[in-house]
């Protein structure tokens, strides 16, 4: 009976040791791909990409991304290139709540998608 009452106990600790949280670091919006974290921050006139993988930053200083952005029937299409721990592109975008993000990401040659949706 000892060990039908400890099976619980076990396994939600288990859960929590092997979970991991998806808080954002910088204001943006976190989505989860194949055990990486890509955060995406949006501003008006800049669109940032941080990546992380179990909370250590990724080096993105060879990678690539190109973000489209879905505003209604609007597309804008944005290249992203490395900028210190982060991917980067400056201009003028159309960042409304509701908007929709898809980020191809290029990280040492694998290329993998996030799709984002703004608050």
Same mark, same amino acid.
């Given at each position: 009976?000892?060990?039908?009452?400890?099976?619980?106990v076990v396994?939600?600790?288990?859960?929590?040791?092997?979970a991991?949280d998806h808080?954002?670091l910088?204001g943006g919006?976190?989505?989860?791909?194949?055990?990486?974290?890509?955060?995406?921050?949006?501003?008006?006139?800049?669109?940032?990409?941080y990546?992380?993988d179990?909370?250590k930053?990724t080096?993105?200083? !060879? #990678?690539?991304a190109?973000? +489209?952005?879905?505003?209604?029937?609007?597309?804008?299409e944005?290249m =992203? %290139?490395?900028a210190?721990d982060?991917?980067?592109a400056?201009?003028?975008?159309?960042?409304?709540?509701?908007t !929709? #993000?898809v980020?191809?990401? +290029?990280?040492?040659?694998?290329?993998?998608?996030?799709?984002f949706? =703004? %608050?």
């Amino acid at each position: 009976m000892a060990a039908g009452l400890a099976l619980p106990v076990v396994g939600r600790l288990c859960l929590a040791a092997g979970a991991h949280d998806h808080k954002p670091l910088y204001g943006g919006v976190v989505v989860e791909v194949k055990d990486v974290d890509y955060e995406r921050v949006a501003r008006s006139t800049a669109t940032e990409l941080y990546l992380r993988d179990h909370y250590k930053p990724t080096d993105v200083s !060879k #990678a690539s991304a190109k973000i +489209t952005l879905l505003t209604g029937s609007e597309r804008q299409e944005v290249m =992203l %290139k490395p900028a210190g721990d982060k991917l980067e592109a400056t201009g003028s975008f159309n960042v409304a709540p509701g908007t !929709k #993000a898809v980020a191809v990401v +290029t990280v040492a040659g694998k290329p993998a998608t996030a799709r984002f949706t =703004l %608050k």
